[in-house]
């Protein structure tokens, strides 16, 4: 009887890539923007680079449905979270509605009316280096604010003297800007 030798070498599968990715999805990603790379070198930022988040926990690389918040303009290829709301929700749900109270910015432009999505060299991202620099731009005394322009008017003279540092802190009293559920000027 004649014995034959198995083959050497058995047929074997190559090992699977467990991504598809051909880099890492952030450097993918800042590949194309730059911009956005740039932002999240600055001091105060969302946390991707260290690996804390990635772009898709807020971006929809393959694209976005209808935009439903920040009346239409929100920007291509983001992400809704629940109720189709803005992505920054999905962490920071202490901010989701609905208030009984509630700010118009938050609700009608979104997070970004007062945020830089990405990264700011202002605390909290913002959009401007001191709080109430921010507050200020609706806030003014035109009363121009909303959609008929029938805003909440500052009447002057006020007791907020905006040249005293005491009142510059606007969210030491107003500590519930997002919202509020107890109280109409956003003490608590």
Known sequence: MTWFAPLATPFTTPP???KLLAKTQTSLCEGCHLN?????SMPFKHRVNEGFMNCTDCHNPHGSFQPTWANGARPRHVETAKANEEPCLNCHADKRG??????????????????VPHGSANSRMLTRPVVFTVCLECH????NMGREANGVR??????????????QGCVNCHVKIHGS?????FFR
């Open 140 to 143: 003014n005394g035109a009363g």
């Open 16 to 18: 699977r890539r467990k």
């Open 154 to 167: 500052v009447q002057f003279p006020t007791p907020h003297n905006m040249n005293s540092p005491v009142y």
């Open 36 to 40: 956005v790379r740039s932002q999240f």
């Open 181 to 185: 559920n107890a109280d109409l000027r």
């Open 98 to 115: 609905p208030f009984m109270f509630e700010h118009a910015p938050v609700r009608v432009d979104g997070c970004m009316a007062c945020h």
